[in-house]
């Protein structure tokens, strides 16, 4: 049980990232990526819908025919969209109104529709809840990291606008790291978002490439040390 929760962790947050590895969803992430807390904001919803499509389709998996799975998960996933966007509206419609139509367009992203039809529609509930949390997780730090990026570029600043989901008590959240900056506007338009992932995605692989040799190093090691001993 533990092995299989640490092994749907490390895919959602890493291994099979939907945003770096699977890149699924790259409409939203490039486009509502140029802060930080749209990233949050975005990021947060969708994690959200996935959990909860995800434990519904799960619930539902028996008794829904195979020919309808499709259209059954999409009524699904739009249900909880809906919910989702309403709640925005509600409690942060400054927020929601930067957001526009990405937030009714999580109903269509492929990372959402793909976690419903290759997990949730054949495992259990637990698993399907810890998947669909993992990998909105790994979706929301993509998104997050890029719209830092971005907007550090771009603006100079960090956290910027955080009273749009924190409240009017959070505008000390911003952090100005440049004084009087001009801006790089290049970071906060859409080819900055493409070019920023292509970053992240890079240092990713970077990093997979790093541990792929020190697990060969290490393997090679106990090969040597075998043979030595015999």
């Known amino acids: 049980?533990?092995?299989?929760?640490?092994?749907?962790?490390?895919?959602?947050?890493?291994t099979n990232n939907p945003g770096l590895v699977q890149l699924l969803g790259l409409c939203p992430?490039?486009?509502?990526?140029?802060t930080a807390v749209n990233a949050?904001?975005?990021?947060?919803?969708?994690?959200?819908v996935l959990i909860g499509?995800?434990?519904t389709v799960s619930a539902i998996r028996h008794i829904v025919r195979p020919e309808l799975r499709i259209p059954v998960f999409v009524l699904v996933i739009a249900s909880?969209?809906?919910?989702?966007?309403?709640?925005?509206?509600?409690f942060f419609?400054?927020?929601?109104?930067?957001?526009?139509?990405?937030l009714p367009l999580i109903t269509t992203?492929?990372?959402?529709?793909?976690?419903?039809?290759?997990?949730?529609?054949k495992n259990t509930m637990l698993h399907s809840l810890i998947d669909g949390l993992m990998m909105g997780l790994g979706f929301a730090a993509v998104l997050i990291l890029l719209g830092a990026l971005r907007e550090v570029v771009g603006q100079g600043t960090l956290f910027a606008d955080a009273h749009l989901m924190f409240g009017e008590s959070a505008r000390w959240l911003?952090?100005?790291?440049?004084?009087?900056?001009?801006?790089?506007?290049?970071?906060?338009?859409?080819?900055?978002?493409?070019?920023?992932?292509?970053?992240?995605?890079?240092?990713?692989?970077?990093?997979?490439?790093?541990?792929?040799?020190?697990?060969?190093?290490?393997?090679?090691?106990?090969?040597?040390?075998?043979?030595?001993?015999?």
């Open 174 to 230: 911003t952090i100005t790291l440049v004084e009087d900056y001009r801006g790089f506007l290049l970071a906060i338009l859409p080819p900055g978002a493409f070019l920023g992932l292509g970053f992240i995605i890079a240092g990713k692989n970077y990093i997979d490439r790093l541990q792929k040799r020190k697990a060969l190093q290490q393997s090679y090691g106990v090969e040597n040390a075998a043979q030595a001993s015999t």
């Open 29 to 34: 992430l490039l486009a509502v990526s140029n």
């Open 109 to 121: 992203n492929c990372a959402i529709i793909a976690r419903a039809e290759a997990y949730a529609s």
């Open 93 to 102: 419609y400054d927020l929601f109104t930067i957001l526009g139509i990405f």
């Open 40 to 48: 949050l904001g975005l990021g947060l919803a969708t994690t959200l």
């Open 53 to 55: 499509s995800n434990v």
């Open 80 to 90: 909880f969209v809906t919910i989702v966007e309403y709640l925005t509206k509600a």
């Open 1 to 14: 049980m533990n092995s299989e929760i640490k092994k749907i962790s490390l895919d959602g947050l890493w």
